[in-house]
């Protein structure tokens, strides 16, 4: 993020003026400045020939354009009332074979409660891969059988972050009926596989709550940004994403930070960047190895990954208009999962 901006020198500006269009003192608006430039463009008692000078990030003339933080300079979801519609977009790419699934959703919030958000999930459109409506018997009858968890409903912390699923006693209920009509349009072994896989998962607690964790949508768009940020505007976290398929997701060390201005859209602005932190290596991710097949008591952290982050939003405690995330691993060759979601409308 930009730590400062420019203001360009007017004619018959002083030192005192520019400290006074900013709400700054003079003598602290010198100080930042000579920390930021060349030593050439140092200001020593007053302006002697300075065409630019730095100005700390939040000194702006229009107070409209800061972002109002929480204590701590933290940003708190308080989504109530809110409903969102989003348009999905998920790529899977694995060295040169790629795949994308396209799709639109609804989130609805339900309710607040002991510091937990409560939300309802819905898919409102068909199903695209690859640009292609899903018609091939077997992407076709995946995607029909797991139209039995929506509407889904779950909650987040008080971080926006994604923990339990919270309507999973109605799923079975559900089933029969979903059933029966693919029994009506389908037959066969392949109706009988994909049924009965959907039954395992459906008919265990957590089965359920594994197989919605690896639900890219709802891991993107409940990531947790909701924290407080601190002086710099930043804070550094231990974060992990369902990139392979393993009882414990890869781990990422990342730095989150917020710019305290909003863009020239109006927007909030949430970046996330950071690398793999892994004490499994690269075998151990193939062979699906939940922790390192080797002890060392100074362990050579495993790096060969990234991940990448960013959210919109419209207001300081609302859920994004639109972010993307991207998350990579090294294996035989490389992984990469990006998820882009781009809101359709605003109410």
């Keep these: 993020m930009q730590e400062y901006n420019i203001h360009t020198v007017q004619k018959d500006e002083t030192l005192k003026s520019i400290a006074s269009l ?16 060349a030593v050439k463009d140092m200001i020593l008692i007053n302006l002697n020939g300075q065409k630019e000078l730095f100005i700390p990030r939040t000194a702006v003339a229009d107070k409209n354009l800061l972002v109002k933080f929480g204590k701590g300079n933290s940003l708190v979801l308080q989504p109530e ?29 339900l309710k ?49 972050e994604f923990e339990a699923i919270e309507n999973a006693e109605v ?32 008919s265990r607690p957590e089965a359920i709550d594994l197989y919605l964790k690896n ?21 550094e976290m231990i974060t992990t ?27 909030i602005t949430v970046e996330g960047s950071g690398k793999l932190y892994e004490e499994r290596n690269i075998d151990d991710f193939i062979r699906r190895s939940p922790f390192s097949l080797i002890i060392n008591d100074a362990p050579v952290m495993n790096e060969d990954g990234t991940f990448r982050i960013i959210n919109y939003m419209k207001e300081e405690t609302s859920l994004p208009k639109s972010l ?11 992984k990469k999962i990006s998820v882009s979601v781009s809101g359709i409308d605003e109410n």
């Design 112 to 160: 607040t409660e002991k510091g937990n958000h409560f939300f309802e999930i819905d898919r409102t459109s068909n199903l695209y891969l690859n640009e292609e409506e899903v018609n091939e018997i077997a992407d076709l009858l995946a995607y029909r059988t797991s139209k039995v968890l929506y509407p889904l409903q779950i909650s987040t912390n008080e971080h926006g």
């Design 81 to 109: 009332a809110s409903v969102r519609r989003y348009s999905v977009v998920i790529t899977i790419e694995k060295g040169e074979d790629k795949s994308e699934l396209k799709y639109e959703t609804s989130v609805r919030w």
């Design 324 to 334: 993307y995330l991207e998350c990579s691993i090294m294996l035989q060759e490389e």
């Design 241 to 267: 994403f369902p990139v392979v398929d393993n009882a414990i997701e890869p781990g990422y060390k990342i730095t989150l930070e917020t710019d305290p201005l909003k863009g020239e859209t109006g927007l």
């Design 215 to 235: 639900d890219y949508f709802i891991r993107t768009l409940f990531f947790g940004i909701y924290q407080s940020y601190g002086p710099e505007y930043k804070t």
């Design 22 to 37: 900013y709400g700054l003192d003079k003598d602290a608006l010198k100080l930042f400045h000579n920390n930021h430039c």
């Design 171 to 202: 799923f079975l209920k559900r089933w029969s009926a979903v059933k029966e009509e693919l029994y009506k349009e389908f037959d066969g072994q392949t109706v009988d596989e994909y049924c009965g896989k959907i039954e395992k998962v459906i």
